[in-house]
């Protein structure tokens, strides 16, 4: 059973920086494509960022220069650095993993960004 476990969230000042995590359990995280999504009040969810098994990554234009994915597949885990965090990055974040052709969801992790 593929399960994701996301932590990390909460609430930061304007310019401040988190780092969110995503435990991967029941499969081999080498082979997934892994990826960040958040979702705003009233809005879909979108992509954040993206990293490929051989660890190819892409990222919305809104977060590019701010924000890194990586993984570490000893571990089963997936980051997001989030730095320089603006108020619109406010939203609940979600863990996605691509795993032979099947979608896998995490439960989300609010993040607040306000002074």
């Known amino acids: 059973q593929v399960q994701l476990v996301e932590s990390g969230g909460g609430w930061v000042q304007p310019g401040g920086s988190l780092k969110l995590s995503c435990a991967a359990s029941?499969?081999?995280?080498?082979?997934?494509?892994m990826a960040w999504y958040y979702q705003r009040p009233g809005k879909e969810r979108e992509l954040v960022a993206r990293?490929?098994?051989?660890?190819?990554?892409n990222y919305a234009d809104s977060v590019k220069g701010r924000f890194i994915i990586s993984r570490d597949n000893a571990k089963s885990t997936l980051y997001l650095q989030m730095n320089s965090l603006k108020p619109e990055d406010s939203a609940v974040y979600y863990c996605?993993?691509?795993?032979?052709?099947?979608?896998?969801w995490g439960q989300g992790t609010q993040v607040t960004v306000s002074s």
């Open positions: 996605n993993c691509n795993y032979y052709g099947t979608n896998y």
């Open positions: 990293i490929t098994g051989g660890g190819t990554t």
């Open positions: 029941g499969i081999a995280l080498r082979f997934a494509t």
